[in-house]
């Protein structure tokens, strides 16, 4: 059965901060390259793709940009935004070693939310990198503490960079959970017993620059702010950016109960070395600057800004990049033996370490771009002015705390009123059809529209907000047949189903 069920993740009602979500719903391709780690060479390890169609292994902002024909395109939902937006893959390693990939559900988003004062947009040629794909533990205490607790000075940047990193845990029955909460991976059995509707990856980038457009290990440019989404700036990096925001929701929960351990492509079964990339390819700076100006819309819904030129998901879905000739027939897959290609899985807790790269002789994966580890961090030295404490003060670990008092009972209460997996539809009917229908006394009761064959494609996703919640409506078409007797012969009628998804909750 398809699992078209992901509902969007950040309920961001009712919030100061404007923001807007880019729905980037199919890939432009799962290969290994990564143009700005292994430039110009396969990479160590395989990443989902998205976004601009002009990807490869020397991909730059004018060649994402700059192109003419079937390049020029894009696997996200608005044309003038042809950045390039990617992250390892996830992977089902089975007790006998085979491995696959792990379904991502409806592609990724990338959230713009402008929350720091004073917001530029990124310039022509500005890419970053989130993360260390070496790290293999997560040394803070679970869940995070207060971050009214925590330093105001953000000069520890790998005590929030390994707090930009979340494993939230699905489950569409309950009160969500707020969004980088986890920095590992759950255990499988808390995954079994409670991520009932799969993992989302989550993964947020540095908002704070030093003014300049890469550095050369593409992460000294950006830093953190002293909360990770948002506070004070380190010094000398006091250019804000955009809060970039990656969600990528797998289906792990097709693995309960099996004999295994999901593992991320670069060999990491613990999670706290999860990472991604960002090439600005918008348009122009400028445009990205009046979008983020006047992107206001507290819905977070690009059909909400004057600027964008909205495409359809099926238009974005023939957007893919061309094979380089070194990774044809690559499968990335599987089933195959262990991860593609040839890469160890590194357990930890120490740092994992260099590994040949397969396909180019000999040459091993050059570590990290490292952010030096402290075994601890300093005690704020109010260097800085603290916090606007009536963002921060009660949210926990990161950008969302979902509404766990009347919220939730809301959630709950709602979430009983539907069927546990949302199939149900909470309203159908039948699209304009000109297939004949038979008297009703001769036709076999109408089958249910739940017991249809869930075949065909999910026809357009919308979301929205409506009051406290974000609304994800899933609108798809399903096959019912109609059986009717000797006087009149058999129909197929098209139905418009749609699933209609809440999630509640408040930005602090
Ligand atoms: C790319 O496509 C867009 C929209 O389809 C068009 O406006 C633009 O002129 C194209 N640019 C190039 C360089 O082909
Ligand atoms: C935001 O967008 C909605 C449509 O989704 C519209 O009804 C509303 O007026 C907009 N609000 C503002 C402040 O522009
Ligand atoms: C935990 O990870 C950090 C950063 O990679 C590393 O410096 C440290 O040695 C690791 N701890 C252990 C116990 O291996």
Redesign the pocket.
């Known amino acids: 059965m398809r699992n078209f069920r992901a509902a969007t993740a950040l309920a961001l009602v009712g919030s100061a901060s404007a923001f807007w979500r880019m729905p980037c719903r199919s890939r432009t391709g799962l290969a290994r390259m990564d143009p700005l780690m292994d430039p110009g060479e396969i990479s160590d390890h395989v990443h989902s793709i998205f976004g601009g169609g002009n990807f490869g292994m020397t991909t730059t902002y004018e060649d994402l940009t700059?192109?003419?024909g079937d390049l020029?395109c894009t696997s996200c939902g608005v044309?003038e935004d042809q950045s390039a937006y990617w992250t390892p893959m996830l992977y089902w390693q089975s007790d006998d070693g085979k491995t696959e990939a792990v379904q991502q559900v409806g592609g990724m988003l990338a959230y713009y939310l402008l929350y720091l004062d004073d917001l530029k947009a990124f310039p022509e040629g500005f890419q970053m990198i989130a993360g260390s794909k070496n790290v293999r533990n997560f040394t803070g205490s679970f869940p995070d503490a207060e971050l009214s607790s925590w330093p105001t000075d953000p000069t520890d940047q790998f005590f929030l960079q390994q707090r930009a990193i979340g494993f939230n845990c699905l489950n569409y029955n309950k009160a969500p959970e707020p969004s980088l909460y986890r920095h590992q991976f759950p255990d499988r059995d808390y995954l079994d017993a409670n991520c009932l509707s799969g993992l989302r990856l989550e993964l947020a980038f540095p908002s704070c620059s030093n003014g300049e457009k890469d550095s050369h290990d593409h992460k000294s440019h950006v830093a953190y702010p002293s909360l990770v989404k948002e506070g004070n700036c380190p010094e000398g990096y006091d250019t804000h950016h955009p809060f970039i925001f990656y969600e990528s929701i797998f289906a792990t929960n097709q693995y309960i109960g099996k004999g295994g351990k999901f593992v991320l492509s670069y060999g990491d079964p613990v999670g706290t070395g999860y990472h991604g990339d960002f090439i600005m390819g918008w348009k122009s700076a400028d445009y990205l600057q009046s979008a983020i100006d006047d992107c206001t819309n507290d819905s977070g819904n690009v059909q909400d800004c004057p600027h964008f030129t909205l495409q359809d998901d099926s238009d974005a879905a023939k957007c893919t990049f061309p094979v380089p000739d070194a990774l044809k027939g690559e499968d990335c897959e599987g089933p195959l033996d262990g991860l593609p290609v040839d890469v160890p899985v590194q357990d930890g807790p120490q740092p994992a370490t260099a590994f040949p790269i397969a396909g180019r002789g000999g040459a091993q994966t050059t570590g990290l771009p490292s952010t030096t580890a402290k075994t601890s961090f300093a005690l704020p030295t109010l260097t800085y002015s603290a916090a606007n404490p009536s963002l921060t003060s009660t949210a926990q670990g990161g950008i969302i705390v979902a509404m766990y008092s009347s919220g939730a009972n809301r959630l709950h209460a709602e979430a009983e009123a539907t069927s546990p997996s949302y199939e149900a539809p909470t309203s159908s009917y039948e699209a304009p059809s000109s297939t004949y229908v038979a008297p009703a006394s001769l036709i076999t009761e109408s089958p249910s529209i739940a017991d249809a064959a869930p075949a065909d494609d999910i026809i357009s996703t919308t979301t929205y907000t409506q009051g406290n919640e974000v609304v994800e409506l899933y609108i798809q078409e399903v096959e019912v047949t109609i059986t009717a007797t000797a006087t009149a012969p058999s129909k197929h009628r098209r139905h418009v189903h749609q699933h209609i998804h809440h999630q509640r909750g408040a930005r602090r």
């Open positions: 700059q192109t003419g020029n044309i």
